[in-house]
C-alpha cells in the first residue's frame, strides 16, 4: 500500500471512530434502543476491521496493536500524524 491509500485508511478509521463514539454517547441516554445498538455493534466491527488492515500494512495504532514478541514494535514505524513530514 502506498502513503495515499494509507492516508485513506486512516481517515476512514477516524470517521469509524467518530460514528462509534457519537453513538456510544447516544446509548448512555438511549441504552435500549434496538437499533442504536446495532449500529454501535456495525461500527464497531468496520473500526475494528479497518484497525487490523492498517495495523497489517503500516504497524500499531495504539498499544494494543503492538506486536511484542522480542522488542517493542510501537516506535517502528512513523505515528499516524507524522506521516506528512
Given at each position: ?79 499516524p500524524w507524522e506521516?506528512?513530514?
Amino acid at each position: 500500500m502506498n502513503r495515499n491509500e494509507r492516508d485513506e485508511l486512516l481517515n476512514y478509521i477516524y470517521t469509524a471512530s467518530f460514528a462509534l463514539d457519537d453513538t456510544i454517547l447516544y446509548l448512555d441516554t438511549h441504552p435500549t434502543d434496538k437499533d442504536a445498538l446495532d449500529f454501535y455493534q456495525k461500527c464497531r466491527a468496520i473500526r475494528m476491521q479497518a484497525m487490523k488492515e492498517y495495523e497489517t500494512h503500516f504497524g500499531p495504532l495504539t498499544e494494543e496493536g503492538v506486536k511484542a514478541t522480542n522488542k517493542w514494535t510501537w516506535i517502528e514505524d512513523p505515528w499516524p500524524w507524522e506521516m506528512g513530514r
